[in-house]
């Protein structure tokens, strides 16, 4: 697989995730556990994927090997093209804030910054300078509905609008994949269906989203389903979404 | 990231906790502003002594009558006993016995209370001759000294100094009034040249510009009373140069020793001091004085880092969801190493300035309620200054290395 140039946008089709017999082993003492057994996945350009589990299913594993939030104990995982398995933890750090937009259950936003500054993070850390970073900061707000919020911190927002906040924020910076991990698990049925509505607005708009959750209610919202079981995957599997119902 | 977004970054975690980070640097402030003050004191310490010394006149030899020991073998105080006389002080200025010396002045000296109208002042009264005013390397304002000849016919004359002048007759001109002593009437015929190291703090003793000089025999046979006429507390041995302090010494201790019939120097009845030795004595003391109060302010500095360090370690610790989201969001170790290496910085800096504020604040409203000069010393401030940036910078490389090492997943995952 050839690595494309830093910043080409990729075209339907494309494949942004490509995960082969991965697997993560953690060490404590003489106890290994084995909490990813050898994933493979693809996610191509555009897709929106669920991927669900109980707690201990190694849900959690392989959503921070996805978001390049840590790295396999074996097995090769390729992200828009560039192999980021072995990567530094400098490089990583680079690779997450260029391609991968998180979206967390806690939505941790910083408390003593307005919303605007929030979301232009991603875009400190890339260097953009600081006039581009407040126009798309505030575009990126406008999009998910809170035009009208961009000098609130976020104790003066809801739940509902501190996550469409995280939201604007993942999508700022134009990545390949948004990653958002339980992003309802913190919000009221009204409020989870509103992000919910907006992530589907995001698909809709072309956007890869890879969706980690418990809840097969909130997993149905996507396109495809990936069940995770004792760190092997289960794709079209009725009965396993059924018994975890 | 830029460093001016990283310093921007870290100023607004410094700002974001005002309380936390005034009380942080205020053990900075206090180690900054004790360092100031402490130099300022020992360095106005010794200029005080220095120009104090400095009006005393230069090569000067002093010899106090006392310190002989009595047959109980108790050593009397200085200037307790009467065993020196003008005899001595005659003697002294022998060219032939005594070549190194060049002026002798004896004095005879109490305090008195002066009134001139209605206004009086307690002031150092000395009795002395003519000698006096180049021996103490004084010189006149106005009018003039007393003279061989107001000796004596012990004439009712004298001259004032600069701060007993404005005392007795404000701004009105003093030659030729009348002050009043002990009840005997003597006319004002010249004023001392302010020495100019007069503190407004200062005792009165130790005021050079305090006194009022007479001729010595005007004092012996109508001021001072007193048992034996003959006898001085003092006298002032101005030697040829500095060079001949010594050989003035000698030759003083010597014809001393045997005017007065001692055969063992260690049973002198008089003390020989020179201002050379007083200086070298008071500046060892500032010395020693400044390093105790800098030794005191330096621990204060240390235990001032060492709380900026606490507090950064605790802001570590309480702010490891920040970290790993910010992490998450692309910062490398490196940038989060220099946000809290900035925050630690910038808490040092702020104690800094603060302290230097308090400092020269300390230095301009102490000597007030102190009564000792302190003088500003800009190297001290900007010495001082620069501490201070450097324990913001010490103290603060552990906690953001250890915020730098933190696994973005573990400080996602703290609840």
Known sequence: MTTPPMGTPLVGGDTVIELERVTKVYRTGSISVAALRGVSLTISQGEYVAIIGPS?????????????????????????????????????????????????????????????????????????????????????????????????????????????VAVARALVSEPDLILADEPTGNLDSVSAADVLRLMGELHAAGRTLVLITHDVEVASSAGRVVGIRDGLLTENDERYLESIR | MNWLETIRTGVNGVRSHRLRSFLTVLGILIGIAGVIIAVGLGEGASGQVTSEINALGSNVLTITAGSSTSSTGVRGALGSASTLTLADANALSSRVDAPDIKAVAAITSDTEVLSAGSETATTSVQGTTPSWLTVRGRTLAEGRFIDNEDVQDHSAVAVLGATTASELFSRADPLGQTVDVNGVPVTVVGVLTSTGSASTSSSSTSDPDDLMVIPISTGAERIFGGTTRNSVTQIAVQSRSSQDLSGAYQEADHLLLQLHGITNPTDADFTITSEQSLLATNTSVDHTLTILL?????????????GVMNIM??????????????????????????????????????????????????????????????????????????IALAIGVLFGVYPASRAAALAPIDALRNE
């Open chain 1, 56 to 164: 201990g299913s190694g849900k959690s594993t392989l959503m921070h090997i996805l978001g390049c939030l840590d790295i396999p104990t074996s097995g090769r995982y390729h992200l828009a093209g560039e192999d980021v398995s072995r990567m530094s933890e400098t490089s990583l750090a680079e690779v997450r804030n260029r391609r991968i937009g998180f979206v967390f259950q806690q939505f941790n936003l910083l408390a003593s910054m307005t919303a605007w500054q929030n979301v232009e993070l991603p875009l400190v850390y890339a260097g953009v300078p600081r006039a581009e970073r407040r126009e798309r900061a505030v575009e990126a707000l406008g999009r998910v509905g809170l035009a009208g919020r961009i000098h609130h911190r976020p104790g003066e927002l809801s739940g509902g609008q501190q996550q469409r």
């Open chain 2, 294 to 306: 800098g030794g005191i302010a330096a621990i204060s500095l240390i235990v001032g880092g060492i």
């Open chain 2, 313 to 386: 370690l605790v802001s570590v610790t309480e702010r490891i969801r920040e970290i790993g989201l910010r992490k998450a969001l692309g910062a490398t170790p490196r940038v989060i190493r220099r946000q809290f290496l900035v925050e630690a910085t910038f808490l040092g800096l702020i104690g800094g300035i603060l302290g230097v504020v308090a400092g020269l604040l300390g230095v301009l409203y102490l000597p007030g309620l102190i009564g000792d000069p302190i003088s500003t010393s800009p190297t001290a401030a900007v010495g001082a200054l620069a």
